[in-house]
């Protein structure tokens, strides 16, 4: 079964740091773009990073440049996001995302350009 599992998620205090994983079984995603979301209660999914096969010059939202760090472990098909200097608003369920019917060197953004989902894993940043 071809599937995304994410990991390391938790509560931590503002200003800390959480390093999520997203694991690929079933098929290889090195060949993909893959990507960051993120959905907070009573908000739409929301784009947070992403990185295409190349590794090439990832892109984040404006949200969290310079403190989130996307990556990605092709010899281990999993998928990195490292989130350092955490703020309140970081406080989301964040999911795991890979294209296979899009183009492997193009940063999507768009929730709906990506056909593979991990079931997320929930982020609380207290203040």
């Known amino acids: 079964q071809e599937q995304l599992v994410e990991s390391g998620g938790g509560l931590v205090q503002a200003g800390g740091s959480l390093r999520l994983s997203c694991a690929a079984s079933?098929?290889?995603?090195?060949?993909?773009?893959m990507a960051w979301f993120r959905q907070a209660p009573g908000k739409e999914r929301q784009f947070v990073a992403v990185i295409t096969r190349t590794y090439v010059r990832p892109v984040y939202a404006d949200s969290v440049q310079g403190r989130f760090t996307i990556s990605r472990d092709n010899a281990k098909n999993t998928l990195y996001l490292q989130m350092n200097s955490l703020k309140p608003e970081d406080t989301a369920v964040y999911y795991c995302?890979?294209?296979?019917?899009?183009?492997?060197?193009?940063?999507?953004?768009?929730?709906?350009?990506?056909?593979?989902w991990g079931q997320g894993t929930q982020v609380t940043v207290s203040s």
């Open positions: 995302a890979a294209t296979t019917i899009g183009s492997p060197n193009v940063h999507y953004t768009g929730p709906d350009q990506y056909n593979y």
């Open positions: 079933g098929r290889t995603f090195s060949g993909y773009t």
